[in-house]
């Protein structure tokens, strides 16, 4: 999950998001900084899951953290940053789609690329490699899919967001989320089975 | 209307018992449920088994010196936007000028041509290329290659 690869704590790690936000608010650069630290591999995460390749998912960040910051002063500090982080970097997939002539439908081309950004296992026991050829299995399938599949499943099932907090990222009302995160599921696992078919 | 299995209720609720998400009498009506159809528990465990490589995956980010050290901020794109056409109108207007006293100091009429002509062509060859680059770059699978 994200957390297990965050950076060693620095200034301001210690700090609540709202109270970070309210100081960038105010101009403080280390405020920036520290909000920056803590949620850009977040956000770096969610745009290579969508695009699928380091170099456009670091210039998708990018454009997002500087669409973060240049629109913080309009931000509620007492919502959730990260969902609005999450909305942001959403926006410009699609922005960064639409330069590439390329569908919310469409599936990510190379999705062997995705499958390449997985971390390497620390040690590889028998019952550790079952589960990373499970793992490569589940991101093909999911690097398969249309991205609003995709995208749906990995912000509830890798970012782990609430419901509350799917329907606000995806801008559907809270009462669809369950019925759409299912269709999205129910064709992952159609994916997969088709996958499993195609290499036994 | 019950489905072959037994169950009255819609499959999404399925995911939400998986994800905790229902309320208490909706939670209770699918444990029941699960209870005697093993259909649906191979549904349900499916659906963890998935979830569970899902959250359970780490990916390689990139390293904090890659990051720019402070993010880029508003007003600093802003005066970057408004200085490269200054710079822009700069060196257009230098060029012309030059230009202009190059035409005055030059009185015979075929210098002039050879000094129009083969501006006018450069100034040409190169709004060319320029034109197809703005063109192709939103599309050129090749931009990233130089990285």
Known sequence: ???????????GDDESDSRL?????????????????????????????????RDDAMDVTQDAMLRFFTTLQSFDAARRVRPWLFTIVRNQVRDFWRRRQRRPADAIGESD?????????????????????LKERVWRALAALPAEKREIIVLRDFHDLS?????????????????????????????????????? | MPEPCGRTFDEALLSGYVDRALVQRDGQRVRVHLERCAACRAVVEDLRAVREATMSTTFETPRDDEWPETPRTGAGRLLVGLGWPLVAAWGALLAGYALWEIWRETENLVERLLLVGGVTGF??????????????????????VHK
């Open chain 1, 21 to 53: 936000v309210d100081r960038a608010k105010a101009g403080e650069a280390a405020a920036c900084d520290a909000l920056a630290r803590r949620h850009r591999r977040a956000a770096y995460l969610l745009a290579l899951q969508m695009v699928g390749n």
């Open chain 1, 163 to 200: 419901y509350s907090d799917l329907a606000q990222v995806l801008g559907i009302p809270i009462g669809t989320v369950m019925s759409r995160l299912h269709g999205a599921r129910r064709r992952l696992r159609a994916q997969l089975e088709e996958e499993g078919g195609r290499h036994a």
């Open chain 2, 123 to 144: 100034a040409l060859l190169f709004i060319g290329v320029l034109l197809d680059r703005l063109k192709t770059a939103p599309t050129d699978r090749y931009r990233e």
């Open chain 1, 1 to 11: 999950m994200v957390d297990s690869a965050a950076p060693p704590l620095v200034a």
């Open chain 1, 113 to 133: 690329a995705l499958v390449g950004q997985l971390a390497a296992p620390q040690a590889s026991p028998e019952a550790d490699l079952h589960r990373r050829e």
